[in-house]
């Protein structure tokens, strides 16, 4: 019964005030049309170079703008996204507006800088999965060199094979991968030496303490970066919420930061304004 279904929600959720969360049979019901509405827009997290404080990059974020709800963050819908499979309509939804936003640049004379994309798991179900990306690719003329994938370590320490074999195929189209959430669950470095990444992204687990973090903490992060470099991968420290953090991540030489303390992911007309200015 309907009733009953609100009523579990409401008690489920009621200790941390989400009572617009969308129910699994909401979310069913309206993906679709959300989709051809385009409700899923993507939002720009710019990753700040710390050599020199300029915008080397950004990351493409989902948000569902719900007519009713309003901006609906990731965390509320991906996971289960990811379990019926439409996480593959909206990863593809992202991509096209990271593909157009880089064409604009292009056709206007402008520097475009990388952009990243999440790719979910469920992607990696499908034989072919790079042949919808190719398509959106190949009716816009921007070059796969300014797109990276991100793909989460859960999937490359549950199954390196797969993995590898998903780094190779985006290498040969000329696309960048990063690491994301690395250090954040089970890590295994000696996974590491076999997958073939162009750049690490610290979890934001690793700076969760804030100014806080004592030195041990901060070995830690310094002999993962170290560790990086040592395989020529690029470091981007997530989840930054302090000057004090930004200031010795600079001197351990991590080359990027994302996080709250430099920007909060933004609309792309803010982002294009932090960009190129007015
Ligand atoms: P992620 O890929 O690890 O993205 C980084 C998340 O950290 C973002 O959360 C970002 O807003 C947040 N973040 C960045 N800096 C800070 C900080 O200083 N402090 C705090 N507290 N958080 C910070 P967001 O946008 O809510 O996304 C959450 C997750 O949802 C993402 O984690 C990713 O796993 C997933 N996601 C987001 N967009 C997409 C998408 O288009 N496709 C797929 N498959 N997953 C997505
Ligand atoms: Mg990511
Ligand atoms: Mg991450
Ligand atoms: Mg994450």
New binding site residues.
């Given amino acids: 019964e309907a009733s009953n279904a609100r009523h579990f929600t409401c008690v489920f959720y009621s200790d941390v005030d989400r009572q617009n969360l969308l129910s699994e049979q909401d979310m069913e019901n309206r993906m679709h049309g959300a989709l051809e509405r385009g409700e899923f827009v993507?939002?720009f997290?710019p990753k700040q170079r710390l050599a020199d404080g300029s915008i080397g990059g950004a990351?493409?974020?989902?948000?569902w703008i719900d007519p009713v709800r309003g901006l609906v963050?990731?965390?509320d819908f991906?996971p289960y996204f990811?379990r019926n499979g439409f996480?593959i309509n909206?990863?593809l939804c992202?991509f096209e507006q990271v593909r157009a936003l880089l064409a604009s640049w292009i056709e206007q004379g402008r520097q475009p800088v990388p952009i990243s994309?999440?790719?979910?798991r469920a992607h990696l179900r499908e034989q072919d999965f790079l042949t919808p990306y190719e398509q959106i690719r190949a009716r816009y003329g921007v070059p796969a060199s300014l797109i990276e994938f991100?793909l989460?370590e859960t999937l490359v320490f549950g199954d390196p094979e797969t993995f590898m074999g998903v780094i190779n195929l985006l290498h040969a189209r000329g696309y960048r991968c990063s690491l994301?959430?690395f250090g954040s669950g089970y890590s295994s470095l000696n996974v590491l030496k076999d997958v073939d990444i162009d750049t690490m992204?610290l979890?934001?687990a690793f700076?969760s303490a804030g100014d806080d973090a004592g030195q041990r903490e901060w070995d830690v992060v310094e002999s993962v970066v170290d560790l990086a470099k040592k395989l020529d991968l690029g470091t981007v420290a997530?989840?930054?919420?302090e000057p004090g953090q930004a200031a010795r991540l600079r001197a351990i030489n991590c080359d990027m930061l994302?996080?709250?303390?430099f920007s909060?992911?933004v609309p792309v007309a803010e982002f294009e304004q932090m960009l190129f200015g007015a």
């Fill in positions: 993507a939002y997290q990351e493409a974020l989902v948000r963050p990731p965390d991906v990811e996480i909206v990863d992202v994309v999440n790719m979910s991100e989460t994301d959430d992204k979890d934001r700076f997530e989840g930054v919420e994302q996080g709250y303390v909060r992911p």
